[in-house]
């Protein structure tokens, strides 16, 4: 089945902005577990390794900040749906690391993702 030419751009320019994410991260010093995650409960951009810490990334990106930028996309029922799917994961290792939850921001118009560490907690 072919997807409308409209969700094709979309979804591409979210493979573009995870690569842009992923690559500033390792420059960062962080490195991949797991790309697009996913279960039932939902989906996980990047899992990545910081240190000691298990890093749970959600990605975001934004052509503009007209409705409140791509942080503010993130709400409390996104949150709850990555914590869910990130507890899932983490059934599948033997030992719990000391985890976080990270995002991270592309905007069209900064050549810079910005960066938060520690975004949300359960």
Request: aromatic letters at 10%.
């Amino acid at each position: 089945m072919k997807l409308p030419r409209l969700l094709q751009a979309s979804n591409s320019k979210g493979v573009l902005a995870e690569k842009q994410a992923l690559s500033y991260l390792q420059e960062q010093g962080l490195r991949l577990i797991c790309q697009n995650y996913y279960c039932r409960f939902g989906e996980i951009d990047l899992i990545m390794i910081d240190q000691d810490t298990l890093v749970f990334i959600e990605v975001r990106y934004r052509k503009n900040s007209d409705f409140g930028g791509p942080f503010a996309s993130i709400n409390k029922s996104k949150q709850r749906k990555i914590i869910t799917t990130a507890k899932h994961y983490l059934r599948t290792l033997e030992d719990e690391p000391f985890c976080r939850f990270d995002a991270i921001a592309i905007d069209s118009k900064s050549t810079t993702p910005a960066w938060i560490q520690n975004a949300f907690q359960e």
